[in-house]
């Protein structure tokens, strides 16, 4: 995974997390140039064992993603022969591609939205696996309609599992924008946080997730993700995979638990933190 910056995006990677920051002056706009830098972001991650989180934000305090370079339109052809994520999803355009790319990646991603994001922008958001807002700042919105087409990017995919059939015919059909605290309401996103909280509250997520134990992560998506199927068939492998995590690892963390005061009330009133405690020192 590269460290260094590309020419719309910011890198640094740290403790198993990769801090993707978009930089496109003067109001990040879905560009040629940064599909193709996400797009690099994305292939290198694919095959990158030592990466377990991603997170996307902005540099631009105002704006996430504003939406998709609306100067395609001019030149519509040259737009669909970007070649961005080309193996992903064959036959549709390609911020769609770049959008389920992202959304089938192994590691967990991660939008931190402090600002505006529109169109392409929500629709990147709308990919990922958790979605984190500013309460005072950030808003989303599908304005597609106001200009005679519909999304393109996912939105019409992704919507309705997050906030249902009705309103995400709401958001789709009015154009308007959604406030962080409705979003948050509706399950568009896991929390809006207040502005000044919100990086320490995502980089704790992140850094959270990055931590656990080998194998806990992804066994943890590949559980929830087959709760699209048939309950019996969700149960079934919830089964199998608590088995395939119950490792002579975990025996010793559940044992260090016990020797720490589990079982008592002490312990019990602030389980939480005595767990992270002995996960932390296991991994040292």
Known sequence: MPEQSLPSLNLKRQNGVLWVSIDVPPVNLMTAQLMLDLDAVAASAENDPDLHVIVVQSANPEFFLAHGDLSFV??????????????TLVGTGPMMRLHERWRCLPQTTIAKVAGLARGGGAELASSLDLRFAALETAAFGQFEALIGIVPGAGATAHLPRLVGRARALEIVLTGGLVDAATAERWGWVN????????????????????SLPDGVRAAAIEAIDAADGTLEDALRAENRLLGETFTPASGELARAALAAGVHTREVELNLEKVLRANLIRHAQ
């Open 191 to 210: 929390r809006a946080l207040p502005a000044a909280e919100l990086d320490e509250y995502v980089e704790w997520v992140a850094l959270a997730i990055a």
């Open 74 to 87: 001019d030149d519509p052809a040259t737009y669909a022969a970007l070649p961005v994520a080309e193996g």
